[in-house]
T-cell receptor, first 116, second 113 residues
Framework: SAVISQKPSRDICQRGTSLTIQCQVD?????MFWYRQQPGQSLTLIAT?????????ESGFVIDKFPISRPNLTFSTLTVSNLSPEDSSIYLC?????????????FGDGTRLSIL | QKEVEQNSGPLSVPEGAIASLNCTYS??????FFWYRQYSGKSPELIMS????GDKEDGRFTAQLNKASQYVSLLIRDSQPSDSATYLC?????????????FGSGTQLTVLP
C-alpha cells in the first residue's frame, strides 16, 4: 500500500491561530481524503481533495474554516483556521490504493492538535 | 438512525478465546465493507475488506457479510493481548461518485492475559 507521511505529528496551538497540515504520498493518487477524529469518537470525513479542482466538503465543514490545497497528485494540505478548543482532534489524511469504487483507504499517522 | 452502528463496548475476552465484533449499516446499496484496527494514539490500520455475502478468512481474522440483513461482523480467533484495540467498521456505497467511507463509532476490545 501507499506510504503516507503527515506533518506535523502533533502540535499545540493558541486560540485564534491557524495550523496547516501536510500530507505526502509516495505514489500518484487521484483522490485524497481528510478526516477528523475528535477525542473518543470515530472518524468523520471533512473533505475530498482532487488535484486541479476545488475540494468537496462534507456537511458541517466549510472552506473558510478548513481550506485545502491539492497542487499535485502526491501532496495535499489541510489548514484549520481560527482555532478554538473544539478543534482539538486528530486530523488524518487517507488515500485509496488503486482507483476504483471498492478500494479501501489507508491512513497517514495523523496530526494530534491541541488548543490552549 | 446512524448509518453505521457498532456496539461501543468495551468488550473483554480472555486470551485464546474468540472475539466477535458486530456492525450494522443502513444504506442498502453499500457494496464495500472494511474493518480497521486502531491502537490507542495510532491511526486506523486496515485489517479486512469484504465485498460478497459469506465469510472471508485471513489468518486469525474472519469477516462475515450478510447484505440481506445489512450486517457485517469480524471474528478474531485465538485472541491475543496484542489484539486489544478499537475496531472500526467502515462502509462505502459503489453508486455514483460516493467514494468516502462512513465509519461506525468503533468497538473497544480488551484481551485479558
Amino acid at each position: 500500500s501507499a506510504v503516507i507521511s503527515q506533518k506535523p505529528s502533533r502540535d499545540i496551538c493558541q486560540r485564534g491561530t491557524s495550523l496547516t497540515i501536510q500530507c505526502q504520498v509516495d505514489s500518484q493518487v487521484t483522490m485524497m481524503f481528510w478526516y477528523r477524529q475528535q477525542p473518543g469518537q470515530s472518524l468523520t470525513l471533512i473533505a475530498t481533495a482532487n488535484q486541479g479542482s476545488e475540494a468537496t466538503y462534507e456537511s458541517g465543514f466549510v472552506i473558510d474554516k478548513f481550506p485545502i490545497s491539492r497542487p499535485n497528485l502526491t501532496f495535499s494540505t489541510l489548514t484549520v483556521s481560527n482555532l478554538s478548543p473544539e478543534d482539538s482532534s486528530i486530523y488524518l489524511c487517507s488515500v485509496e490504493d488503486r482507483q476504483g469504487a471498492g478500494q479501501p483507504q489507508h491512513f497517514g499517522d495523523g496530526t494530534r492538535l491541541s488548543i490552549l | 438512525q446512524k448509518e453505521v452502528e457498532q456496539n461501543s463496548g468495551p468488550l473483554s475476552v480472555p486470551e485464546g478465546a474468540i472475539a466477535s465484533l458486530n456492525c450494522t449499516y443502513s444504506d442498502r446499496v453499500s457494496q464495500s465493507f472494511f474493518w480497521y484496527r486502531q491502537y490507542s494514539g495510532k491511526s486506523p490500520e486496515l485489517i479486512m475488506s469484504i465485498y460478497s455475502n459469506g465469510d472471508k478468512e485471513d489468518g486469525r481474522f474472519t469477516a462475515q457479510l450478510n447484505k440481506a440483513s445489512q450486517y457485517v461482523s469480524l471474528l478474531i480467533r485465538d485472541s491475543q493481548p496484542s489484539d486489544s484495540a478499537t475496531y472500526l467498521c467502515a462502509v462505502r456505497p459503489v453508486t455514483g461518485s460516493a467514494r468516502q467511507l462512513t465509519f461506525g463509532s468503533g468497538t473497544q476490545l480488551t484481551v485479558l492475559p
